[in-house]
């Protein structure tokens, strides 16, 4: 089981059972997406087939959200989160 000294800035919830724990934030800059937006990149644990560290970003979550499958994780739950 991995363990994290990391703080958790972020946290996703699906109904499929994956969560998305966001330890590290960048900026990825509007000249350099293919939307012409500024878009988030998370780094972080995820929770899914398998646990592994990676890389997820912000735009493909909120399409998800949008269609009510994944839901943001309130701060106060964070710790009480995932699969244990």
């Known amino acids: 089981m991995y363990t994290s000294t990391y703080p958790v800035i972020k946290g996703y919830e699906s109904f499929t059972g994956w969560f998305w724990f966001a330890t590290e934030a960048e900026v990825i800059p509007a000249s350099d997406t293919i939307s012409g937006k500024d878009e988030t990149q998370y780094f972080g644990l ?21 269609d009510g ?3 943001e994780i309130l701060p106060q739950d964070l710790p009480y989160a995932g699969r244990r």
């Open 46 to 66: 995820v929770q899914g087939q398998e646990e592994e560290l990676g890389y997820f970003a912000e735009c493909e979550l909120n399409e998800l959200i949008a």
């Open 69 to 71: 499958m994944v839901w």
